[in-house]
């Protein structure tokens, strides 16, 4: 029998986000049942209800998302009810040609739950990411439910589902940070200052934060910055440059996205140094850059998609981390909302008042 829960729902391009009653069936094979119990509010669900992901609405907001789960389906192991998640939007399938590769990360057939979730007029609703958490109950594929540590405070793990994930791995995974390396991240809002937190305990020996809001930039230190630069007055490629030697960081993080950003990023690096871009552009966006440059500079030039993680893999170790206090979580939280202010946390998001939003049930 379908359950019936409040949730967020975007029901057109553009509009306010509504609480809504939806349907939420029990699951079929392979699929889980989770009792939601926070999930943070992210640049992805704004996206999402400004159309600039998809025009598939009605939208199930809401993917960073920790939780109980309720039931299971037939042919779920390894899961039962009661069982403390974190929720991924990537699952990776086994099968498909990056998985037997050896490469899961880069999964080009993610699982998701087969059974739609619908408003109480069995219009069916479009999940956000696969999951649709900003909701009280929400229906997933298996593989997206990652059992952690349940000494995790909720409101905590949930952001390791998708913004704390994506700049750490940026760092680690993706753009191979180790011990005695200089790193430089553009943009420190959650997913930036995610990336210098994960710099930092890869081993970096110079983390250097670049942003224009001096706020942003004192937040950052807290999660390990050495250095800072407000790039609103400084030109930041000089400023780092300095800051290493003249010779720029062994690796660059773009955490925002822009074609400013990029091409800063690009010759903030060091000779044969590492460009990581994990800000998300808009559709429009274009880059142009000497080819001579791009030829004579050497390095790597990389996207990191959810920093290249397997949740599996990687979420209890960053659980790990945080409970043994070598990874604050907590202090991307900036407010605790419930379901009907999801659309009052987006204001302060745009304005940069907040690194998280996070609602809980």
Known sequence: MPHEVHAVVAAKQGAPVELR??????????EVLVAVQACGVCHTDLHYREGAISDDFPFLLGHEAAGVIEA????????????????????????CRSCRRGRPWYCFDSRNAVQPMTLSDSTELTTALGIGAFAEKTLVAAEQAVKVDPNARPEAAGLIGCGVMAGYGAAVHTGGVGSGDTVAVIGCGGVGNAAVAGAS????????AVDIDDRKLDGATRFGATDTVNSRGTDPVEAVRGLTGGHGAD?????????????????????????VQVGVPEPDMRIELPLLDLFSRGGALKSSWYGDCLPSRDFPVLIDRYLSGRLDLGGFVTETIALDEVESAFDKMRDGRVLRSVVVL
Request: hydrophobic share 45%; glycine share 14%; proline share 10%.
């Open 251 to 275: 690796v660059v993080i773009d955490a925002v996205g822009r074609p400013e950003t990029y091409r800063q990023a690009f010759y903030m690096r060091d000779l044969a140094g590492t460009l």
């Open 21 to 30: 009653t939806i349907l939420v069936p029990d699951p079929g094979p392979g």
């Open 72 to 95: 299971v389906g037939p042919g779920v192991t390894g899961l039962a009810p009661g069982d403390y998640v974190v929720l991924a939007w990537r699952a990776p399938c086994g099968q």
């Open 201 to 208: 305990i890869a081993g970096a020996r110079r983390v250097i």
